[in-house]
């Protein structure tokens, strides 16, 4: 592996890190920047050696050095995805788009980890996932771009219209506006044809993860029952990102 590769991965492991604690700024309604990152338990100030990637979490057990509140699995788990995105952009990019790909995978692993906590997309971060797309096609592939375009297009088209029929049918909101964007962000890097092969990972993957969820929780599925579905489309849309000459 090239030192840029290996560069890459331990960055991966910071912004996991970093993805993280915005993360559940965000659904503490609180500022994404802070000064210090704190025990959210007791409020300590945490110090630089308690805020290594992995390393940290693994010390302490998963608890406060101070107050033994349990810190839980999302710092360790984002942290990893970090590191495992920039994994596979070293591997699997296409041909001079690692950087590309990383922030693309990155900037999904955000959004991702925020819908987790509050079923919301920022659309800051869909609007970034949108431009930056449209700057790889720009930068990359400019013969290409009606079909970035229609791709884009599309992705938002589809779930704006189920989201649309389902309020009309039902009487109530089945599916957020952000999913739309967000399909319709991932829609300007993967095209038109990619568009079919993300739905159905993220269709496949977030039934798998209702229905373990709902096994271990020991309560059946419903109608009423609250899933974020941006997470899988995210992960719909990175898989094809890197495998779309297999799959099409």
Not at 72 to 84: N, Q, R, V, Y
Request: charged share 15%.
């Amino acid at each position: 592996m090239t030192l840029l590769g290996v560069t890459l991965i331990l960055a991966g492991l910071l912004i996991g890190s970093a993805i993280d604690a915005a993360a559940a700024r965000f659904a503490r309604e609180e500022a994404w920047m802070m000064p210090r990152s704190r025990c959210t338990a007791c409020s300590r100030p945490l110090v630089w050696y308690e805020l290594v990637p992995l390393l940290s979490w693994a010390a302490l057990r998963g608890r406060c050095r101070t107050c033994r509140a349990p810190i839980g699995w999302s710092a360790p788990a984002t942290e990893m995805a970090g590191a495992l995105i920039a994994a596979a952009a070293v591997f699997f990019a296409p041909d001079g788009l690692v950087l590309f790909t990383c922030a693309f995978g990155w900037l999904l692993l955000a959004l991702a980890a925020i819908d987790f906590r509050t079923f919301l997309l920022p659309d800051g971060l869909n609007a970034a996932l949108l431009t930056l797309g449209a700057a790889m096609v720009a930068l990359t592939r400019p013969d290409d771009w009606a079909l970035h375009a229609a791709g884009a297009a599309l992705g938002f088209g589809l779930l704006w219209s189920v989201e649309t029929l389902y309020r009309r049918l039902r009487g109530r909101d089945g599916l957020g506006r952000g999913d739309a964007k967000l399909l319709g962000a991932i829609g300007a890097w993967v095209g038109i044809t990619g568009i079919p092969p993300v739905l159905l990972i993220a269709s496949l993957s977030g039934i798998a993860a209702a229905l373990a969820l709902s096994v271990r929780r020991s309560t059946p599925l419903s109608g009423q029952s609250a899933i974020a579905f941006g997470p899988w489309i995210a992960l719909g849309g990175y898989a094809v990102w890197l495998l779309q000459p297999l799959l099409l």
